[in-house]
């Protein structure tokens, strides 16, 4: 599986953008899929998850309510709308495919990731 991450640009605070994971490979479909990302000096964390079917979905605290994970199969694609967004936000997204079905926080679970799309909130 190769993921390539994109719809990452500059942003002021409050406002919108869509992220996409476009995934090829057949084993997409059956996979959990994930958000991470990484701010300047600061470790990788977890933004959100979905499983394969798109029905269980988890987030992160500080997302909840602003950011919504989906995903369209026949597409091979997972998305990340990110709105009100905060200037906190701000990082390097990443996206991840998991060797599960159903998801979660813990970035041991995903063995495939792309190669990141900066998002960057101004104040």
């Known amino acids: 599986v190769q993921l390539q991450a994109s719809g990452g640009g500059l942003v002021q605070a409050g406002g919108s953008l869509r992220l996409s994971c476009a995934a090829s490979g057949r084993s997409f479909v059956s996979r959990a899929t994930a958000w991470f990302r990484q701010a300047p000096g600061k470790e990788r964390e977890f933004v959100a998850s979905i499983s394969w079917s798109g029905i269980i979905t988890d987030y992160t605290g500080s997302v909840k309510g602003r950011f919504t994970i989906s995903r369209d199969n026949a597409k091979n694609t997972v998305y990340l709308q990110m709105n009100s967004l905060k200037p906190e936000d701000t990082a390097v997204y990443y996206c991840?495919?998991?060797?599960?079905?159903?998801?979660?926080?813990?970035?041991?679970?995903?063995?495939?990731w792309g190669q990141g799309t900066l998002v960057t909130v101004s104040s």
């Open positions: 991840a495919a998991g060797r599960g079905s159903l998801g979660g926080s813990d970035s041991r679970m995903y063995d495939y």
